[in-house]
């Protein structure tokens, strides 16, 4: 079957994940320019906008968990990105409360441990295509992480620069979806 939800045959999972990796740019590109426009404060909507992001990012890894063979090796990596969200938009909820350094704390903490997880991912789905993107992501997100985490004590910090690592994270979800599109046609 190949739709964005349901069991797939191992043909078709380039496709399902070209069609997911689209609508995750399309979200985080969305994301981001809503987060941006509130970043100053930590208000109703940018709190809000926080907690759904990375159930955003549970809903993806249920459907891209789906379209894969379940004694798949990116599956597990893939739970334990669904744990690592579903923990992450409960923590946000409880930050959120405490102001814009504890934001940053949960979401480096969540941006380090998902891009472990997504690096491992890509790596074992190289053979796919496109995954360099997914992978130099994954680097990336280590790094961002733990630059989230120390700009949470510093005076002045800002919910800006998520909006800036959504939208690349983003970037490169259409770079992959860009590249698994070519190798879906060459199958």
């Not at 669904?82 to 903490?109: D, E, N, Y």
């Not at 941006?111 to 993107?133: K, N, S």
């Amino acid at each position: 079957m190949d739709t964005l939800v349901g069991t797939t045959t191992p043909s078709s999972v380039p496709v399902t994940l070209r069609k997911l990796y689209f609508v995750r740019f399309a979200f985080a590109a969305v994301w981001a320019a809503l987060l941006f426009a509130t970043a100053g404060t930590l208000n109703p909507l940018s709190a809000a906008l926080l907690v759904v992001y990375p159930l955003f990012d549970v809903a993806c890894a249920v459907v891209d968990a789906r379209s894969v063979d379940t004694n798949a090796g990116p599956v597990r990596g893939l739970y334990v990105n669904m744990a690592l969200s579903t923990l992450t938009g409960i923590g946000l909820v409880t930050a959120a409360t405490s102001g814009i350094p504890a934001v940053l704390r949960v979401w480096g903490a969540w941006a380090v441990t998902a891009g472990l997880v997504q690096l491992v991912v890509g790596v074992v789905r190289r053979r796919l295509g496109g995954q360099w993107a997914m992978i130099t992501s994954g680097a990336i997100s280590v790094l961002a992480g733990a630059s989230f985490f120390a700009q949470a004590g510093k005076d002045g910090a800002t919910l800006r620069n998520l909006a800036g690592y959504a939208f690349l994270g983003g970037a490169f979800f259409l770079v992959s979806a860009l590249r698994l599109k070519r190798t879906a046609e060459d199958a």
